[in-house]
């Protein structure tokens, strides 16, 4: 039998959380942002794949295979920021900075923020909701990037040898990427309350602590990837979610929403 403390709770979520992020979800979907990083990301592997030339032989030679522009296998970045190791997936979450950097700075030069904290004053509803919006736009990013390489190196007739992986380690890799934005979405965020509208300070800003993580995604999520890769991910994902939402909360609760 509920407890009066657990139906509180939910109640609780139903008329002030959940409105939130269907607000958000509602306010990503008809943000051109979005639907520009969408193709952004679908236009990434075109131009990586596409790299053909007198002069760019090495890096056509380097780009032979469909897997490569996805990320490479165990033992394959001791090269890390090489731009053969660099020019793949993990590329969206650069991107994704981009993204969020301008969700949130239009949120303030809007009147969005000071609106809604006027009818709705928990910050961490905010910020939940924000990030959960912005891990759903991270996660298409990621599934824009993978299909289009998929499609790109099949008509271009790349190979799609997968060495030492397999099918199930692929997808386990593509969830893993999609699990890594509940990382770096609540780090992007806590970085753009910091500097709301000033959005130019804001994007120098993600990008900078997107390319200082940049190694968490690169290193910890190889094709080859296993189950125990998505756990990892999932709790750093956790963490993340924990640890950058509640110094996003407390941002928000200590500075002036103007």
Request: charged share 10%.
């Amino acid at each position: 039998m509920e407890t009066t403390a657990t139906i509180g709770k939910r109640k609780q979520f139903s008329n002030r959380l959940l409105p939130m992020i269907k607000l958000d979800f509602y306010r990503l979907f008809h943000t051109p942002i979005f639907y520009t990083m969408v193709c952004v990301a679908a236009l990434i592997p075109v131009l990586v794949l596409t790299m053909v030339g007198a002069e760019q032989a090495a890096a056509a030679q380097t780009f032979n295979n469909t897997w490569q522009v996805i990320e490479g296998q165990r033992g394959s970045t001791a090269g890390l920021m090489d731009f053969t190791n660099m020019a793949n997936i993990n590329m969206v979450y650069i991107f994704a900075a981009l993204m969020l950097s301008v969700f949130v700075a239009h949120d303030y030069s809007s009147g969005f923020v000071k609106n809604i904290f006027t009818v709705h004053a928990k910050k961490s509803d905010y910020v939940v909701s924000k990030s959960l919006a912005g891990m759903f736009g991270g996660a298409c990013m990621i599934l824009s990037y993978f299909f289009v390489t998929i499609i790109v190196g099949a008509v271009m007739g790349k190979s799609f040898d997968l060495g030492a992986a397999n099918a199930g380690s692929v997808i386990l890799c593509l969830l893993s990427k999609m699990a890594l934005m509940g990382f770096f979405v609540p780090l992007y965020l806590s970085v753009a309350v910091l500097f709301k509208q000033k959005l130019w300070i804001t994007i120098v800003a993600t990008f900078a602590a997107g390319i200082l993580f940049y190694p968490v995604a690169s290193l910890a999520v190889p094709l080859d990837a296993g189950v125990l890769t998505l756990i990892s991910c999932i709790l750093a994902a956790g963490i993340g979610f924990l640890g950058f939402g509640s110094l996003s909360s407390w941002i928000l609760n200590k500075r002036d929403l103007a």
